[in-house]
């Protein structure tokens, strides 16, 4: 004798939340196999994760864009900042999408208006980045967006021009993650959930 289970019957809800998991599988592998891995670029050891090839590919840069758009549009988000430069391929689309203004951060001596300046370590010295200061106002909340989190030492700098302007920053959204190197802590400990969409190993 064969007996046989009832079968599960999938309520509406559950069958449009297995569905939209089954479509961000597919975002997320199209995104990561979207990526080329460069070996010694741009120096012997290090793995350079190239992006251009995901933007090169219109359902790939879609997907990343769809699904940060996804992440973010109920947070409250009034204002999106892209880190110079290749946040600003990932930050303005974001920003259209959830109609909110984008503001650029970008290296000493490229922003034509008034600016505020945060510098920031380095593995070898030092850098720094600009604000405009009439682009953040007082209770602004902030998505930081970029292509990649490593150390997070970037985001890290831009927090804290956001925060000398009076905004706050609770998110920050990236492509790529290096888990490996730290970053994901160390936005949390200035209490700033990272949102990643593919992990690489190593540097």
Known sequence: MIICAP????????????????KMEKQLALIASSIKSIPDHPKPGIIFRDITSLVENPAAFRAAIDLMVQHCKEKGINKVIGTESRGFIFGAPVALAL?????????PGKLPRETIAQSYELEYGQDTLEI?????????NVLIIDDLLATGGTVEATVKLVQ????????????????????????????????????????
């Open 7 to 22: 079968a599960y019957h999938f309520n509406s809800r559950e069958k449009t939340t297995a569905l939209l998991g089954k």
């Open 132 to 140: 405009h200061v009439d682009s953040i106002q007082k209770g602004d």
């Open 99 to 107: 109609n909110v203004p984008f503001v650029l951060v970008r290296k």
């Open 164 to 203: 000398r302007l009076g905004g706050e920053v609770k998110h920050a959204a990236f492509v790529i993650n290096l888990p490996d190197l730290g970053g994901e802590q160390r936005l949390r400990n200035l209490g700033v959930e990272p949102y990643t969409l593919v992990n690489f190993a190593g540097h």
